[in-house]
């Protein structure tokens, strides 16, 4: 299954090992890095709109991933196994296993590194289509609002609307 990942600003230094784990377990088939400026904060609100996620904790993200001077964040579009799917008490929703297990990998592993870390500032990954679509048509928002004003981003936006719904199917957790 077609899914999207954010390796935020807080973790891009990081960004290359965390892509070279990502594809060690799951298919990376692309990645495209943005630099958000002042509109960082209202790409990450955008980001989880679709989650059921309390404002507070969005908040609490956002002021510790500010604590890096950098906006930019790495996108990743990448396949994984849909098949072995299993309850997440806390999430209080089947995730599928393969995902799930490489997220918090990628999360425990490079935590320690991060200034200011809490929980899920290194590594989002999209949980089904619902989720996928958000995000998607985030960046797809951003990218449009933003002035292409050199070849390198208007080719990202190309490419990234390449993903568009026709490649994005749900999966056996929706």
Known sequence: MLSLGIIWNSAQFLSQDIITDINKNINVLETFEFDLGDRYEDFVRAVYASEQMEKWKIDKKINHMLHTSSRKITILFFEFDETVIEYHPFKKKNVYKELESCKMKIR??????????????????????????NCYNSIVDFLNNTSLNNTDDAVKLIRVKNYDNKKMHGGKNE
């Open 108 to 133: 425990e592993k490079y935590k320690d590194f991060v200034e200011s870390y809490t929980f899920d500032i290194v590594f989002h990954a999209t949980d089904n289509l619902e989720e996928l679509k």
